[in-house]
């Protein structure tokens, strides 16, 4: 017994593709409660400057009881949940869709995450598949903070496992208006432009309007480090330079969801009354990311979306793009042949609020 | 209409020396509140060890309702707010003074902050010219935390534009004893110096004395970048290493706020009972740093201060000296001819409150 | 008088082996207020995914008021502050020993950390000495936090002085598990090993069970110095490459605690339920390390400790090995001749309590 015991390795190594099946429900490892830590934190990594998770005199003249943290900073923490059992053997991330932000995280509340598979696909070369999960992150009090459906590649444990039977989703293009959860009380009647940084509101956009966000920031290795630890992200191509040298790069690869967030943050300069992301359309990152680059990011406008009983506030459906180590002021994005062009890092889409 | 609009950039791009005038008031965006992440960044980014922001039992013993987050962050937070509309456009930030701390700053506090242009002075290259401002952070019972003023080279837009009449403030040398706004409540009477780390009092002290900080920090790119995101200051030059690699000085420079709190913090070995900034009176920022330098300082006591009606305290007038890459050892300021020693980046004149 | 006081010069130097003598009572300066920025700045250090100091709802479920802080954190903040005083002209922490875990540490707390001096041992080369000291950190309602015995190798000021008697405190191998100083209300009967992230408990470790816990740590200076500013631990050598690169490294050394903190949060994968420390029992910092190295790390059980009266909870005493560049395949530890394998860089002897 003892001997048999001792030859069980306790630690895990994630799943593979093999180990999913559609419909297959996970429970995801250690809850988060959530501080005004983790905010300086994500203040400090990012320099974001909107108004509702900067003030907490500002988000209660909008209903709420104070600041939540900022929307991307719920988002990284359900989703770092995840990656222990979704994608540690994960080869890419391959798109994000159907997110909806719900409830507000507050300093102070717990989230718990939980999967459920809802699609596989076997690549044809029979060493990797496809997964599709829909996570969902929770508070204390069972309301839902966030789900988004995500898909990734892994790896297959052994090329002779026979395919499951091919099972894709039909998702939305983009969150339709009556899928929003927008947070109880939220009123932007009183909304305050001269706190927020900008007298633009949501009728002075236009559909196709596009906006260069000017900044740049320059990441360095210990700053996406502390970002992917503070989600507690553990995917290993993040954080280990001793293999990562001598890997596919030859560096450490930066997490995806770090340059949504420096791209949403330089969204700021533009986009100040942008101040809650409704949902999450998609997105793709298109290239890697590494320590030393520097991220730019410009914004298109895809529709303007009039919510139903809300005079206080519309929404914007909104395509975020990042580059590195170019300033955006050509609007990089496809090139004639259909593929991106090569300074193009992120291509996110997503839906956010503003004051009408 | 929809044309037109489009055409309208939303993005800010700061002042120039022509949209300042005298008289001018501004309303800067972002109100923040402030947190215990803020301060355990900042012991984290410099290591400040004064009792009083270090623990909420040493402050109730002076009077505090618990601890306020250091002044320098006070500082640092009510200035970056003012960088979008005062310093963006900046090719230098040539001066403070009349700086006073008042309300102590505590964590859930919210901060916001105007400035008014109390000086304007065009340059006779017809190129750039000095705006003086005094700002004001206030927090949310509209109790002032810290003003100053501060003056700036701003570039002109356009060299034709005509030059306004110059008016220059008449400023204090130093903040004078009976501008001091001490918290309410504040009394040293029951001060612990065993806990606060130096049996030396005001009493100790001798105008002239001079005092070797001993240590030195080495400023990586993360920290600084960390540091003045935290701070909400926008100024290019810090963050963007795409451009500044190109630039003037080959690399990013760093936030001068960040070697004052370097100062200030290395001070602690030596000045551990100046618990409290009473008021800045001064300060230049004499030559830049970058990452890789080694800050170093050293103190002069300029002036003993008696506070009328206080048995408990007395303040000390301070010359901060911060060099980079030199031990201080010789004490290095000015030169003969006047210049400062080139190892020299900070001659900041301050004053603090110390125990009787 | 004013001549002669400007002459003392107020910057400490730390003591020298001479300073100490055997029953000498050391009131360590600057208390501390632990605070959720502390643990979040923790967890984006270290990426630490134990349930019990990452959710205040799982805390409570096992019986506390909410999540204290990392246990490992609470040692680093009680070690920092004893740093100035008794190892700032130490040549060599030598070891730890009878480490106890008491009362959690909540944010909030605030701790306050006093030495007592229990061997001296002059080395005979006459030029330095071993010291012992017995350090003790208390919350404010004077409750033990941690006390630990660390002894460490400190210069003498002068060759010549005489040397002290010899007294080397008789240590406990190993804390014996009526030492132990369980949190009060705490009770593991309620855990749930989803949310923790591992289905073993104590009855699934035997002694003699080897794990390895796979990931890898690159760590940046930034890192290590951010962490080591925030513990308020003032050794030079971790921050001043100024004098660091001329030195006996040629780089900043880090702080062995941050090896500590690393090592433990790797155990995560392997040990998920192993929530809390009991117990330090020793400690070697077998080699240093720098910016650069990526840290691995596995563990050995070496006793299973049952504890009187508890159906909850088990004790287990474990090996906890750090290496840098070695990714612990082989479980690196010593040779042949006794010395440690060349890639080892820490041995950690330490007491963990885990469910039944």
Known sequence: ????????????????????????????????????????????????????????????????????????????????????????????????????????????????????????????????????????????????????????????????????????PDLDKAVPANKFSLPENFDLSAFDDKLSGSPYRWSDYEVGEKIIHVDGMTIEEAEHQMATRLYQNTAKVHFNNHTESKGRFGARLIYGGHIISLARSLSFNGMENAVKIAAINGGTHVAPTFAGDTIYAWSEVLEKINLPDRNDLGALRVRLVATKNNNCESMPFKQEDGSYHPDVVLDFDYTVLMPK
């Open 1 to 168: 017994m003892s001997e048999q015991k001792a030859k069980v390795s306790k630690t895990k190594l994630g799943n593979f593709f093999e180990d999913f099946y559609l419909g297959m429900q996970i429970e995801h490892t250690t809850p988060r409660t959530v501080t005004a830590g983790d905010q300086a934190l994500y203040t400090a990594l990012y320099g974001s400057r909107f108004a509702l998770s900067s003030s907490d005199e500002f988000a209660r003249s909008l209903g709420l009881e104070k600041s939540p943290v900022d929307d991307c900073l719920a988002f990284h923490i359900v989703f770092g949940k995840t990656v222990p059992d979704i994608s540690l053997n994960a080869i890419a991330n391959l798109g994000y869709a159907e997110g909806i932000l719900g409830a507000p995280l507050y300093p102070g509340d717990t989230v718990t995450t939980t999967s459920e598979v809802i699609g596989v696909k076997e690549n044809s070369n029979g060493k990797t598949g496809v997964v599709y999960v829909r996570s969902t992150g929770r508070n204390q009090r069972n309301e839902e903070v966030l789900q988004y459906v995500r898909w990734v590649m892994v790896r297959k444990k052994t090329v002779d496992s026979p395919a499951p039977e091919t099972v894709v």
